[in-house]
């Protein structure tokens, strides 16, 4: 079992930057595929981002490659999301989520554990 808490989201300005945080319990963790998704009012949730357990391996939505960066710390049991070059259109609930298994997937039933989300608002 693993709980996952996010934190880092806010208000920044068209253009602007934010790092956003994955805090999991669990002993665990290290061994899990960890992803962030995002939901934005009225939308389904939508992939972002993912990296492998080891965090050799990463992969990233079409919008986000080039902007956003997914990393973890196994040994503080945290995966982050830095997002630069923010856009209005990112604006969303960013969700961190957790798998066991080794493959990268993009879509949402294929992720077991969830956090609560953090709020992401983009002014222009």
């Known amino acids: 079992q693993v709980h996952l808490v996010e934190s880092g989201g806010g208000l920044v300005q068209a253009g602007g930057s934010l790092r956003l945080s994955c805090a999991a319990s669990g002993r665990t963790f290290s061994t899990y595929t960890m992803a962030w998704f995002r939901q934005a009012p009225g939308k389904e949730r939508e992939f972002v981002a993912a990296?492998?357990?080891?965090?050799?391996?990463?992969v990233y939505t079409d919008s986000g490659k080039g902007r956003f960066t997914i990393s973890r710390d196994n040994a503080e049991n945290t995966v982050y999301l830095q997002m630069n070059s923010l856009k209005p259109e990112d604006t969303a609930v960013y969700y961190c989520?957790?798998?066991?298994?080794?493959?990268?997937?993009?879509?949402?039933?294929?992720?077991?554990?969830w956090g609560q989300g953090t709020q992401v608002t983009v002014s222009s």
């Open positions: 989520a957790g798998r066991r298994g080794s493959s990268l997937y993009d879509t949402v039933p294929q992720y077991d554990y």
């Open positions: 990296i492998s357990w080891s965090g050799g391996r990463t």
